[in-house]
């Protein structure tokens, strides 16, 4: 599948901001066998004083820019055309949740795809108690890692209710999971936090997902959006897979990778500091248009 994805992000602010620095990570990434970015552009409105590109850890490019004079407003424009390719369907290789930790213990690098890194706490995420609890569902179990990580994904997708409403950006995991409400960006975190405390290495993706509009309805511009989903490491055979709690799916051709990380954190669209006060407004559209 081919895509045209285009992303707008504006800030007002009450009071004119300035002196800010941003980091970025909004550009599709190229995946071998996975995904292609084939072209890719960001603007941003006022023009940066000072920019600059960089890949960070996990293999995001990601751009830097420093804005010294005041603003009123801050719009960040990307676009980009993605070739995402089918991933072949495999036979399960994954071994059972009690063979595991020695695949873990044999993994010896700490490169980005390293499963040692989704182990443990990570900026967002610390161990919640109940959560933990909830997680004891599947100890002892006879499934494999694979089958085990599809089964969270299916009980968080029927336990939990997409409400975009209900938390925020910063709402921590403990109050999304105590609501049973949230959107993707709770649903992953609920569901990392689950496969840890099974001392399953699982991470964050941060992506687009192309949306279809119903039978007999077009489809309209700025419906789609910034989209999130579950890596898990599977064993040394099985490798990464990634699964959708949101929509209780496995990632296919209508995901499409943004960022890797460890939690949200790693993989925010926009991070950064600026001087100003009072409070500000976000606005975010997203069109995921497949080209015939």
């Given at each position: 599948m081919f895509y045209d994805v285009t992303l707008?992000?504006?800030y007002a602010y009450d009071t004119r901001a300035s002196g800010a620095r941003h980091i970025l990570r909004v550009l599709p990434l190229s995946l071998v066998d996975r995904q292609r970015l084939i072209a890719g552009s960001i603007t941003?409105?006022?023009?940066?004083?000072?920019?600059?590109?960089?890949?960070?850890?996990?293999?995001?490019p990601a751009t830097s820019m420093l804005l010294r004079n005041p603003h009123e407003t801050l719009d960040i424009r990307m676009q980009a055309r993605v070739q995402v390719v089918a991933e072949a369907v495999s036979a399960d290789f994954s071994p059972l949740l009690a063979t595991l930790p020695e695949e873990i213990a044999a993994y010896w690098s700490l490169d980005a795809a390293s499963p040692h890194h989704f182990l443990g706490e990570s900026p967002r995420?610390?161990?919640?108690a109940e959560i933990s609890d909830y997680a004891r569902q599947w100890q002892g179990t006879s499934l494999t890692v694979r089958e085990l990580a599809q089964a969270v994904c299916a009980r968080i997708h029927a336990d939990f209710t997409y409400d975009a409403t209900a938390t925020t950006v910063d709402t921590p995991p403990r109050e999304s999971f105590e609501l049973r409400r949230g959107v993707?960006?709770?649903f992953v975190h609920v569901m990392i936090l689950v496969l840890r405390a099974l001392g399953i290495p699982a991470g964050y993706v941060s992506?687009?997902?192309?949306?279809?509009?119903?039978?007999?309805?077009?489809?309209?511009?700025g419906a789609d959006a910034m989209h999130a989903w579950v890596r898990v490491w599977c064993g040394r055979l099985a490798g990464w897979i990634e699964l959708d709690p949101t929509n209780n799916i496995s990632a296919g051709t209508d995901?499409?990778?943004?960022g890797y990380g460890r939690d949200y954190s790693d993989v925010a669209p926009v991070i950064?500091?600026?001087?100003?006060?009072?409070?500000?407004?976000?606005?975010?559209?997203?069109?995921?248009v497949p080209i015939p």
């Open positions: 707008r992000i504006g941003v409105s006022p023009t940066p004083d000072e920019q600059s590109h960089f890949t960070d850890f996990f293999g995001h995420l610390s161990a919640v993707c960006q709770d992506g687009f997902l192309r949306t279809v509009p119903p039978p007999g309805q077009e489809r309209l511009e995901h499409i990778v943004v950064g500091a600026l001087r100003s006060s009072g409070r500000h407004t976000t606005v975010q559209a997203v069109d995921v």
